[in-house]
């Protein structure tokens, strides 16, 4: 591969320079990648045992539901009485650098029946109280999975970096430090037979000079 970069011990040492920040950063790139990849895995973990736990809350729920509607009739003036969730927050925490998002929700351990009981009965408080459950699990499924999904953006943006890196970047730069240390080395042997030259054609002329006194 032909340099652009003239050949000078300067250049050289900022080459070198260049190459050992390139290493360095791959090292970086790729323990990031590690620790990503390590979080998004244990998170993939948590998410099939969410998803396994949602489906059973979803149809626990909706047999129950079912179940309020065949014993009370249809129940949609009562689901107009259940208020809309304001207790939830999100922030974020930082793994390497990725902002990943925290829920923040406290289930109300005594849980308030929105609706008057007088017009109800024991299958809709079920169905109303299963589907707290099913709230509270969406809550952290949303949680984990949207955090697996940043991750796995971020590994993957990371892994094209990392491999920019190692097969792009420090191979460029070994091979201009290799062209200008050849460069610099093949100067220096042209003058040294430069200089070989010259000092003995300094002890000819010595030499003829002492023997023309002579």
């Not at 323990?31 to 998004?40: D, G, P, T």
């Not at 129950?64 to 009562?78: D, F, H, K, P």
């Not at 939830?88 to 009981?117: F, W």
């Not at 970047?169 to 042997?189: A, F, G, T």
Request: proline share 2%; aromatic share 6%; no cysteine.
């Amino acid at each position: 591969m032909a340099s652009n970069v003239a050949a000078t011990k300067g250049n050289l040492i900022a080459m070198k320079k260049s190459l050992a920040l390139a290493k360095n950063g791959y090292d970086l790139m790729d323990r990031k990648r590690n620790i990503l990849i390590k979080e998004m895995m244990d998170l993939v973990d948590k998410v099939k045992m969410l998803r396994g736990e949602i489906q059973e809350a979803y149809d626990t729920g909706y047999y129950l539901l079912q179940r309020a509607n065949i014993y009370s009739g249809v129940i949609e003036r009562i689901a107009e009485q259940v208020p809309v969730e304001t207790g939830i927050q999100l922030t974020y925490r930082s793994v390497m650098g990725v902002e990943v998002p925290q829920v923040i929700y406290e289930p109300k351990k005594d849980v308030e029946i929105p609706y008057g009981l007088d017009e109800t009965n024991s299958h809709i408080d079920e169905a109303y109280l299963q589907f707290q459950k099913v709230k509270a699990i969406t809550m952290v499924l949303a949680e984990v999975d949207n955090s697996v999904y940043r991750l796995a953006n971020s590994i993957s943006k990371t892994q094209k970096r990392a491999n920019a890196l190692k097969n792009i970047v420090i191979p460029r730069y070994q091979s201009e430090i290799r062209e200008i240390s050849d460069s610099l080395d093949e100067k220096e042997r042209e003058e040294f037979s430069r200089m070989k030259v010259i000092k003995a054609n300094k002890a000819k002329e010595e030499q003829r000079k002492e023997e023309a006194r002579v």
